[in-house]
């Protein structure tokens, strides 16, 4: 029993170790909403309102074929409150930190809860997904990485609520892909995390077919997945990050042009 419970905290140690990160918490039009705080939370009663589904820990989804790459994991388990915001606006999302050598690209999905309803949705099947923010690697950019530019901004990454978006309650999936140890199979990293919005004004444009997460994370996609990173930074093999096209619908780039 001893025994156990010591390589359990050992477990956590090695899970919070420096370099990995987490969505701290997330600035719209001048407020910041907290996220899940790990290492804090799950110690705090009552537990407290947040605005993005709980995170187990600052490290990466132990696999990314089941269903803790929808929100991470920590179970989905829906936020007690929605960020009120208009179509159009800007979304901040700060993570704790991003101090890591974790290069990789960074993505930003949307999906519309069932009935407008983000307490009773999961997000963990059918093509409900949408891909509205996508930075990669650009080779002439400084720093070429995605992650390493994120690193570089301090730890925050910005999304534009696609203008036009119908009224209703919406999942941000934000997520860093580290692909550092990539070239094994399952070795990407996938860093998600679900924050819940409430679309209270917009237009009618309504979300088209995404894509499944999971599902559409293959393992041995050998353009965005199973991939050396090596290769791709000396120019042997380009790279193709997974999840598809960024949705026609989306605002441009908040961070910075593509790809
Ligand atoms: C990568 O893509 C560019 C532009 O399409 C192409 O010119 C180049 O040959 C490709 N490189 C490799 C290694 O496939």
Redesign the pocket.
């Known amino acids: 029993m001893v025994k156990l419970s010591i390589s359990a905290l050992l477990l956590c140690a090695t899970n919070l170790v420096a370099g990995h990160g987490y969505l701290k918490s997330i600035v719209v039009n001048g407020q910041t909403y907290m996220a899940w705080q790990v290492g804090q939370d799950d110690y705090v009663t009552p537990t407290p309102e947040r605005y993005a589904r709980k995170l187990a820990d600052n490290g990466p989804v132990p696999d990314f074929t089941t269903k803790d790459i929808t929100c991470g994991r920590g179970g989905n388990i829906p936020a007690a409150r929605s960020i009120e915001l208009k179509a159009g606006d800007k979304v901040e999302f700060v993570w704790d930190q991003w101090n890591s050598a974790h290069s990789g690209p960074v993505f930003t999905y949307i999906a519309q809860c069932t009935n407008n309803d983000c307490k009773t949705f999961k997000g963990d099947t059918g093509n409900v997904w949408v891909k509205i923010d996508q930075l990669a690697y650009n080779p002439s950019a400084n720093p070429p990485w995605a992650s390493d530019f994120l690193r570089e901004r301090g730890a925050k990454w910005s999304v534009v609520v696609p203008p036009g978006l119908a009224p209703g309650e919406y999942l941000l999936r934000h997520e860093v892909l580290g692909l550092h140890v990539a070239g094994t199979r399952m070795g990407a990293q996938f860093y998600p995390s679900c924050t819940h919005i409430r679309v209270t004004q917009g237009g009618s444009t309504k979300l088209p077919s995404g894509i499944a997460l999971p599902g559409s994370y293959n393992p041995d996609d050998k353009d965005g997945i199973l991939v050396e990173l090596w290769r791709i930074n000396q120019?042997?093999?380009?790279y193709t990050a997974p999840g598809g096209p960024v949705w026609s619908g989306a605002a441009p780039n908040a961070n910075r042009p593509g790809p």
């Open positions: 120019g042997q093999v380009n």
